[in-house]
């Protein structure tokens, strides 16, 4: 059970699906694929990949004890590191006029990594339950009920991260609802 925890951890990291949604997202509002994939490659460029390489910069550098930052005191930087290149990310994505849903996540990524972060300065909530939620509410709002299905990946994650003793239940749950909620307000109202 625990190498099936781990890879559902792995396949469904944090850094995996804010590098994938956004081209999901903006595949699916740009007028044509090439646009969408310019559109989502740059979003992903600016929430995932600089930010993930950050933190793999620190792990090799002994700086952070592991890709997932599993120690709550080393996730303030990285996280307000990612703060930074999501907003210039935002930025960017506003300067060549990306489509409004592409807009509306990358807004609702900022929001949902903020909370994170303050949250962490007194708890360990699940990052990645709560990126697993978001990305599963903004997928339902943009392509229908049909994808509420997508709720059992949510649920997946959250059980790989209390097998392999990352988080407790209750940060599992908090880290999932805080998520779901942001994405479905935020992204709700400015898609």
Aim: proline content about 4%; glycine content about 10%.
């Amino acid at each position: 059970m625990d190498v099936l925890a781990r890879v559902l951890t792995e396949v469904f990291a944090p850094a995996v699906l804010a590098a994938v949604l956004p081209l999901i997202i903006a595949l699916h509002a740009a007028d044509s694929p090439v646009q969408g994939l310019g559109w989502g490659l740059l979003a992903s460029l600016f929430c995932a990949i600089i930010p993930y390489a950050m933190i793999l910069r620190g792990v090799r550098r002994g700086r952070l004890s592991d890709r997932h930052i599993g120690e709550r005191a080393q996730r303030t930087g990285p996280l307000l590191f990612g703060l930074g290149s999501v907003l210039a990310g935002l930025a960017l994505l506003l300067a060549t006029h990306a489509p409004r849903e592409v807009v509306a996540l990358i807004v609702a990524s900022f929001a949902g990594g903020a909370v994170a972060t303050a949250i962490n300065h007194f708890w360990k909530s699940s990052i990645h339950a709560g990126v697993a939620a978001a990305s599963s509410v903004v997928l339902v709002l943009v392509y229908g009920p049909a994808l509420l299905a997508t709720g059992v990946v949510v649920a997946a994650v959250g059980w790989s991260r209390v097998r392999l003793r990352d988080h407790t239940v209750a940060q599992v749950i908090v880290g999932a609802a805080i998520g779901a909620a942001i994405a479905g307000v935020v992204f709700g109202l400015l898609r």
